[in-house]
């Protein structure tokens, strides 16, 4: 069993940056490729991005392309998302999510796709 456990979300001005955390125990965290999604009020949990167990492979969705970096730091379990010029539109709880698989497979951008998750984290971006 993997555990992950979010932090660094919060409320922030359009425009300004935030990096989010995601802390991993239980398991070998550098062989587990990682993603992150969002949810919305009223909306269903999308992909934002994705990254392999040795960081090779990234993925992002277009919503926030050139806008958001995923990173791992595998000697401190830790995934990290970059988000840079924050919008409005990217108000959501924020989860990370392992699959069991050092790889990413041909569905990373579907929730179906990743086997642990953590307890999420909130980003608020204000007008």
């Known amino acids: 069993q993997v555990h992950l456990v979010e932090s660094g979300g919060g409320l922030v001005q359009a425009g300004g940056s935030l990096r989010l955390s995601c802390a991993a125990s239980g398991g070998t965290f550098s062989t587990n490729a990682m993603g992150w999604f969002r949810q919305a009020p009223g909306k269903e949990r999308e992909f934002v991005a994705a990254?392999?167990?040795?960081?090779?492979?990234?993925k992002y969705a277009d919503s926030v392309k050139d806008r958001a970096t995923i990173s791992r730091d595998n000697a401190k379990n830790t995934v990290y998302l970059q988000m840079n010029s924050l919008k409005p539109e990217d108000t959501a709880v924020y989860y990370c999510?392992?699959?069991?698989?050092?790889?990413?497979?041909?569905?990373?951008?579907?929730?179906?796709?990743?086997?642990?998750w953590g307890q999420g984290t909130q980003v608020t971006v204000s007008s």
């Open positions: 999510a392992a699959d069991r698989s050092r790889y990413l497979g041909t569905s990373y951008y579907f929730t179906s796709e990743y086997d642990y």
């Open positions: 990254i392999s167990w040795s960081g090779g492979t990234i």
